[in-house]
């Protein structure tokens, strides 16, 4: 038995995910390798080499796969696949982009979003947004699966890998990279916070978002959002924690004025501890939340910064 | 330039499911169906593109028994000029249902594919991206702009970071994300018009595929529960329990 793992990165940093989803393979058991496919990535696989439980890294550093391309990466991972049982990626943007693609190369199905490992075949995913938990059995020869991070823990990063580079370059020609515009924050990630402050409609306009910024800062949080501010165009939609944004599970989730639709709970209720601050007492929120509060977020706001 | 829709019958999003006492899975009898959201994002962009003159045919496919005649109608009546049904009453995985797509596309030989990104039932997030593979196209995913320019189609994608434009050599395929459009309402008119649209049913086991399924379902059981937590009355009370309680800050 053995197991490829698609490394999440930028080129220059692994992503912490990534730990997670090495977690995830070494439940399905077998020697993992982890492929870092980018291009300058030295980086990347100096600290892949690191993760434990990897007892190999690959290196596909080419201008092909500087962007991640879909198209070239699966040409890339289905080529490797021959040698494996397992092909594992996180389900992050990348993954969840090229992954379906390796599955239908290899004629055979995915099962996305994993949040545990029952045995090498079976696995547990939420559908119908989190509202009920599959148990799936694969009966594919070759498993194609895709890991929802906030699943598993992450292993630690003292281990000493193989690092080996591979000659590839496989480049379908169909796709082009035009340009990135990406966010510029000094905050943590969203989905790495280990405190997440998110605002909603009841934000009602895009400036009062800075009401969040001083408790964000003094905890060290990530600022996020429900889809109803995202729609409401008062931030960005990388912003966006819910069934179609981003899956948090922060030690600290702070929802304020967010009704709770099960769209937005989707994507937060497997955080440690939930705070709700809402001034409708009747909204759905507050059936998940730990700690909440009726108040006008305009007067809670301002006074909870002051007393942290 | 013809554009093909693939779309899919789910449960209506304002619904919560309910999971059936014996645990086979969801308990879907008597429940409001209605066209993905993203399905519905999908076909919005498809007409918009023949309403600016880009495309010339728009063409609606659904996979399902003949009650998703209900969605393709919905999507005749937002503008697609004509209807596919595959029949089957077979509940299929992405890569079968890529399959499928793949001889629709194989015979309509359309220039553009635009699909929803995910399905709100299974949450798979798979097929656009199978169908890509299976035909060789390149793919767009998770769009939040669309524009198609001579031979290729520039698509912006929204990414973990923020957004990423690509440019894709067409035929391609791109499937939508929330921001893409906002659907527009049916009018009566189109409604009643969208009856008399063509619409062919073709037989699922007609296209020779081995429609057999690759996974087993093993059980569905409901999420765990919440411990239904306590209103605090003051910022001060919240801040005390979160220090010594949930000791989540300090």
Do not use: W
């Given at each position: ?6 490394a999440?990165h930028?080129?220059?940093?692994l992503?912490?995910?990534t730990l997670?989803?090495v ?9 993992i390798h982890l492929l870092v496919?980018?291009?300058?990535c030295q980086a990347v696989a100096d600290a892949a080499s690191k993760v434990n439980g990897v007892a190999k890294v690959l290196v ?97 990063t003292d281990g000493s890998a193989e690092v080996v580079a ?143 | ?250």
């Amino acid at each position: 038995m053995s197991i490829l793992v698609f490394a999440e990165h930028d080129n220059s940093q692994l992503k912490a995910d990534t730990l997670k989803t090495v977690a995830a393979a070494q439940a399905m058991g077998g020697e993992i390798h982890l492929l870092v496919a980018g291009h300058n990535c030295q980086a990347v696989a100096d600290a892949a080499s690191k993760v434990n439980g990897v007892a190999k890294v690959l290196v596909a550093d080419n201008a092909a796969y500087e962007h991640q391309l879909a198209e070239n990466v699966s040409l890339l991972v289905t080529e490797l696949a021959a040698d494996y049982d397992h092909i594992v990626a996180t389900a992050l943007t990348t993954g969840k982009n090229f992954m379906p693609r390796v599955a239908a190369l290899l004629d055979v199905a995915q099962i996305s979003d994993i949040i545990a490992v029952e045995s090498s075949d079976t696995f547990v995913r939420p559908i119908y947004a989190g509202n009920a938990i599959a148990t799936v059995q694969s009966l594919d020869s070759k498993k194609v699966i895709t890991v929802r991070p906030t699943g598993f823990d992450a292993v630690a990063t003292d281990g000493s890998a193989e690092v080996v580079a591979l000659d590839k370059a496989t480049d379908a020609g169909t796709s082009s990279h035009v340009n990135d515009e990406l966010s510029v924050s000094e905050r943590p990630d969203l989905g790495a916070a280990g405190v997440v402050i998110s605002g909603g409609r009841g934000m009602q306009n895009g400036d009062n978002f800075k009401l969040l910024d001083g408790i964000a800062d003094k905890l060290g949080a990530a600022i996020g959002a429900s889809r109803a501010a995202v729609d409401a165009g008062f931030v960005p939609n990388d912003m966006q924690v819910g069934q179609t944004g981003k899956i948090v599970a922060p030690d600290l989730y702070i929802a304020v004025g967010i009704s709770g639709a099960i769209q937005h709970l989707a994507g937060m209720k497997d955080s440690k501890v939930i705070v709700a601050i809402n001034k409708d007492a009747e909204a759905p929120i507050f059936q998940v939340a730990d700690y909440g509060l009726v108040a006008d977020l305009f007067d809670a706001l301002p006074e909870l910064e002051s007393k942290l | 330039m013809k554009v093909l829709v693939p779309i899919k019958r789910v449960i209506d999003y304002n619904v919560k499911v309910r999971v059936k006492a014996d645990n086979s899975n969801v308990d879907l009898a008597n429940v409001k169906m209605a066209i993905n959201p993203f399905c519905e994002i999908a076909v919005e962009e498809a007409v918009r593109l023949k309403e600016a003159g880009t495309a010339t045919e728009v063409i609606a496919v659904s996979i399902g028994d003949k009650s998703c005649q209900e969605q393709l109608r919905t999507a005749l009546a937002l503008g697609a000029d004509r209807a596919i049904q595959i029949d089957t009453d077979q509940n299929l995985d992405s890569i079968n249902v890529a399959k499928l797509l793949q001889k629709v596309v194989e015979e309509e030989q359309p220039q553009l594919v635009i699909l929803g990104k995910q399905a709100i039932d299974s949450d798979n997030n798979q097929t656009g991206q199978m169908l890509a593979a299976l035909t060789g196209m390149p793919q767009g995913t998770f769009a939040s702009a669309v524009s198609v320019d001579g031979d290729k189609v520039n698509v912006t994608r929204e990414v973990d970071g923020g957004l990423q434009t690509i440019a894709l050599n067409l035929p391609a395929i791109v499937t939508t994300d929330l921001r893409l459009n906002e659907p527009r309402y049916a009018s009566l008119p189109n409604i009643m018009k969208a009856k008399r649209k063509p619409l062919d049913v073709k037989a699922a086991a007609d296209f020779g595929i081995d429609l057999t399924s690759r996974t087993n379902l093993v059980k569905v059981t409901p999420p765990a529960e919440r411990q239904a937590g306590i209103i605090v009355e003051s910022i001060d009370e919240l801040v005390e329990k979160l220090k010594n309680e949930a000791k989540v800050i300090s």
